[in-house]
């Protein structure tokens, strides 16, 4: 088997493994959403008691694709088309090799930043051939900003107070 085979089955490999754990993310997110829903609410322990949380989690996941397409998205563009001129940069500090003599950390750091900017590309690069991953994309750039609100918004008090207006 040539190198190149060998280099692309690893790539399809790590693809999916990478989905995989995405997928297990996205299940163990959308458990302790719904939990926290259940938690929140007074709902029974019939399955129609549990539609309130059920429709709860089905918003902050509505939310997290708004916030993630009108928000995240587009300031991830702007800042990745500003700092372009800086990834050119320091790819070619990345690729430099051994001539070029840097510290651990400062390293690593180069490493991490130009690995995930490069993910980023692929993420995009997918998105623009398939609806499916474009959903997924919005929908991981907006989540921790979904999970944030549903976690704050017991501080705000806005389900007592919509509790205490109906009751």
């Given at each position: 088997?040539?190198?190149?085979?060998?280099?692309?089955?690893?790539?399809?490999?790590?693809?999916?493994?990478?989905?995989?754990?995405?997928?297990?993310?996205?299940?163990?997110?959308?458990?302790?959403?719904?939990?926290?829903?259940?938690?929140?609410?007074?709902?029974?322990?019939?399955?129609?008691?549990?539609?309130?949380?059920?429709?709860?989690?089905?918003?902050?996941?509505?939310?997290?694709?708004?916030?993630?397409?009108?928000?995240?998205?587009?300031?991830r563009?702007?800042?990745?088309?500003?700092?372009?001129?800086?990834?050119?940069?320091?790819?070619?500090?990345?690729?430099?090799?051994?001539?070029?003599r840097?510290?651990?950390?400062?390293?690593?750091?180069?490493?991490?930043?130009?690995?995930?900017?490069?993910?980023?590309?692929?993420?995009?690069?997918?998105?623009?051939?398939?609806?499916?991953?474009?959903?997924?994309?919005?929908?991981?750039?907006?989540?921790?900003?979904?999970?944030?609100?549903?976690?704050?918004?017991?501080?705000?008090?806005l389900?007592?107070?919509?509790?205490?207006?109906?009751?």
């Amino acid at each position: 088997m040539s190198y190149s085979v060998r280099r692309t089955r690893g790539r399809i490999e790590s693809v999916a493994a990478i989905r995989q754990a995405e997928t297990h993310w996205l299940t163990a997110v959308v458990v302790v959403l719904f939990g926290t829903h259940i938690g929140r609410m007074q709902s029974g322990d019939t399955w129609l008691g549990l539609i309130s949380p059920f429709v709860a989690t089905a918003g902050d996941f509505l939310m997290a694709l708004l916030l993630g397409a009108l928000i995240v998205l587009p300031l991830r563009l702007l800042w990745r088309r500003l700092s372009v001129g800086v990834e050119r940069k320091l790819w070619k500090l990345r690729f430099a090799g051994k001539e070029t003599r840097m510290h651990v950390l400062p390293r690593r750091l180069l490493t991490k930043w130009t690995d995930a900017r490069f993910s980023f590309s692929g993420s995009l690069c997918d998105a623009r051939r398939s609806i499916l991953a474009a959903a997924g994309v919005v929908i991981r750039l907006g989540l921790p900003l979904a999970v944030l609100f549903a976690a704050m918004n017991s501080i705000w008090g806005l389900g007592e107070r919509l509790l205490s207006e109906n009751g």
